[in-house]
C-alpha cells in the first residue's frame, strides 16, 4: 500500500547555521517516537550536506528544492540531479508552483527534470496544482490533469517511483487552506487520471500529499480524507514545533 509522508518545503528560508540547527531539532524529537508517516525536509542546495550529517536518514529523509534538467555541462549555476544525489539527498521537490510561476517552468522541462531525478535514483515530489482563477472558473480539474499527464511517457515502472503533491496555487502561504473536501476530491481526481493510464494498482500505490497553508490544525481533518496520504509544508515546516505537530496527525 502507498505510504503516508510529511515534507516540508523549507523554500528560501534559513541560513545555513539557522537550516542545521533547525534539522538537527526536528531530528532530535523524532528520535525515540514512533510515527505514522515518513518523513522528509527538502532544503536550499547549500544546505544539503551539512543537514544530511545531522539527520538520521531511518527518521528523516532528506530532499532538494530542484534540480537541473542537464545531466551536467556549461550551465553556470544549476546543480545537477548527480550532485544532489551525491549529497546524500533522497528526494527532490520538482515543478513547485514557485518554480513554475516565477522561473517560467514548463511540462517539458520538468519532464526532462524528473528523468534525471529518477535516472540518478532521487525520489522526485512532482508539484502540481491550479491558480485562483482556473479554481473560480471551474477549469481546475482539467489544470491539474494535464500537468500530470505531462509525466505519462514515463514508464510504469518510472511513475511508480514519484510523489505526487497537489498545491492549489491559491492556498500557498496565504493561510488559505483548501477544504479537506476540495482536496478529497482533486486527490481522487488526480488517482483516477493516473489509473486511467497506468492502472489502478499503481494509482493506488502512489502518494498523494496535499500542500498550501497546512497546519497542525487542519492536518488531521485533512489526512483523514481516504486519498490525501500526507502533506508538503512550507511554512509550518519552519518551526520544530509545527512541523512534529503535522507529523503528529498521522498518529
Ligand atoms: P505553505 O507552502 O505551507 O507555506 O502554504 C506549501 C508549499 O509551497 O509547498
Redesign the pocket.
Known sequence: MRKNIVAG?W?MNTTLQEGVELANEINTLLEGKSKNCEVVICVPFTHLTSVNAVIEPSIIGLGAENCSEHESGAYTGEVSASMVKSTGATHVILG?S?RRQYFGENNEQLLAKTKQALANGLTPIFCVGEVLEERENGTYNDVVRSQVEALFSLSADDFAKIIIAY?PVW????GKTATAEQAQDMHANIRHTIEEKYGKELADNTSILY????KPGNAPELFAKPDVDGG?????ALKADSFIGIIEAFN
Open positions: 518545503n523554500k513547485h514557485e498545491e492556498a500557498i502561504g496565504t500542500g498550501g497553508s497546512c508538503l509544508i512550507g511554512g509550518a
